[in-house]
């Protein structure tokens, strides 16, 4: 059959969609055998992260579509757009009018995949874990609002909240919050290295060679009892260098499924038409890219200097010509379809203008041009990067206001150092844990923020936060989420970039596609199956 590109609307929970096709007998690995699916995350070991698979750790997409697969979590997020559903938990819900009291009961029978119970107190153990570590990788925050935890029985688990939080259920849907066993995570410290062990849909066996994990086989957990249906028995996620190793590979019919990242190059191919059996799905995606800064830093200290970059940024120039239609300008941390959203940058900047970055400068008192180095990962976000960071570069050095280079590391190197405030400006990306605006600002504005960024205000955190998150119904929580938005404009201590679609590619004859990524760019290999081709 011909490449095809399905394209799938956004709340693809309403769809039942079969993707078995009619391409002949050259499929991937055919008949029952494990199910091949390529990445280009690579997984390192290293000093300065030695646990990357640790839940009270790992906080980035590869690592948690890793553990989304093995270690349980009381809620998860249902196949398309919509509240969190229970998953370890047999039901969950606030029990209070203030949304400071959450209850959870246990599914009865549960077990981890060594056939030890799975209790409330172990429950309470993770939790409580990964609150007391406090992992610079920030992921720890995502549960700041709990204050303590209780436990009734072996069934019942109390959450007591600082504040209200209507966003917490889906904090628990969320790898940090994932069920371990005591027995094997130590209270007082990570687990290093590539072992995971969980309640979850499958079990894990890492192949690892020079401290990188090349090769993770999930099989089918025989003592799992949760919310999901397992259409598979295998699953084997093979790491490669890059996109055009990866995409060779699945010509090859070495692999069978695509996934993060293809470049924009494959994309359009796949998109294009061929006869080798292969079908393009596009989803709508949440992940955004934006510019990080180090406020301390001498060079963009200066709110001017932060303001007239974000002036002379040509968001729509930068996408046509790196991303094409794979990806639409931002003008605000929160995407564009996420209740909540405002174009902020757009509202306070308006079209790109030279002449008023320089009013902005020359008020200021800035000597121009302003000499900076924008710092890009090479091997996280898929190999259009270093082009965009270009296409940067020519922006803001053909202003004649600013004198640009740009770097690239490799993200074992890139992400430490980010952290640890080297760099005065860098890019990132973000793919969401939850799809809630809170998701959006939180994470980079609050206290203990996953950036460890300096920027600091009060009104954001002490306020306007905690006012958004009383909001069960999120649209009343959007008066909050805006004043966040704007108060971010103004001070610029991030810029927003772009906002993207998902992709993944298959051999026609892998069922469940259409619902391996969800809108958070979580990989859901349990609905991954074979189908009949014909």
Aim: with cysteine.
């Amino acid at each position: 059959m011909n490449r095809k590109t399905l394209v799938l609307p956004a709340v693809i929970g309403l769809l039942a969609p079969v993707l078995a096709a009619c391409g002949g007998s050259d499929s991937g690995s055919g008949g029952d055998d494990a199910i091949v699916v390529g990445t280009t995350d690579r997984f390192t070991a290293s000093k300065d992260a030695p646990a990357p698979l640790d839940p009270a750790y790992a906080y980035d997409v590869g690592s948690w579509n890793i553990l989304r697969q093995t270690v349980q979590t009381l809620m998860i997020q249902p196949r398309g757009d919509g509240e969190p559903v229970p998953e370890a938990a047999e039901r969950c819900g606030f029990t209070d009018t203030g949304n400071e009291r959450y209850a959870c009961t246990l599914r009865d029978g549960l077990k981890f995949a060594n056939g030890d119970p799975v209790t409330a107190a172990d429950v309470k153990y993770s939790i409580d874990r990964a609150l007391s570590l406090k992992a610079d990788s920030g992921v720890f925050a995502l549960l700041s609002t709990i204050d303590t935890v209780e436990t009734q029985g072996d069934r019942e688990v109390i959450f007591h909240l600082k504040t209200a939080d209507a966003t917490f259920p889906f904090k628990l849907s969320t790898p940090v919050a994932g069920i371990v066993n005591p027995d094997d995570y130590q209270k007082n410290k990570l687990r290093d290295g590539f072992d995971v062990d969980g309640s979850g849909p499958y079990t894990l066996k890492s192949e690892v060679e020079d401290d990188q994990l090349v090769k993770a086989v999930f099989t089918k957990n025989p003592n799992y009892k949760g919310a999901l249906k397992v259409n598979n028995e295998q699953v084997e996620m093979d790491s490669f260098d890059d996109a055009d190793a990866m995409g060779e590979a699945l010509e090859k019919g070495d692999i069978d499924v695509m996934t993060r990242t293809m470049s924009p190059e494959q994309i359009r191919k796949l998109s294009g038409g061929s006869d080798n059996g292969v079908d393009l799905i596009e989803m709508p995606g949440l992940e955004i890219r934006y510019l990080g800064f180090n406020t301390d830093a001498p060079t963009v200290k200066s709110k001017a200097v932060r303001q007239a970059m974000a002036q002379v940024i040509n968001r729509s120039e930068l996408v046509s010509k790196v991303y094409g239609t794979q990806a639409e300008p931002l003008y605000s941390l929160v995407p564009a379809s996420i209740t909540g959203h405002s174009n902020s940058f757009f509202n306070k900047y308006g079209d790109p203008n030279v002449t008023k970055a320089k009013s902005i400068l020359t008020q200021a008192g800035i000597t121009t041009p302003v000499k900076l180095t924008l710092h890009y990962t090479t091997d996280h976000y898929g190999p259009a990067t270093a082009q965009e960071f270009g296409q940067l570069r020519k922006q803001l050095n053909a202003s004649g206001l600013f004198d640009v280079n740009v770097k690239g590391t490799p993200w074992t190197t890139f992400r430490p150092a980010e952290q640890k405030g080297q760099y005065d400006v860098y890019g990132m990306g973000w793919f969401p844990d939850f799809p809630d605006a809170d998701n959006y600002l939180a994470p980079f504005l609050d206290k203990d923020n996953t950036l460890n960024l300096p920027y600091d205000n009060s009104e954001i955190r002490n306020t306007l936060i905690p006012e958004s998150r009383r909001e069960a119904d999120r649209l009343s929580a959007a008066s909050s989420l805006t004043d966040i938005q704007d108060i971010v404009a103004a001070d610029v201590p991030l810029i927003p970039l772009w906002q993207g679609k998902q992709y993944v590619a298959a051999r026609d004859d892998v069922t469940g596609t259409a619902y391996a990524l969800n809108s958070s760019s979580t990989l859901q290999l349990w609905e991954l199956g074979r189908g009949v081709s014909g």
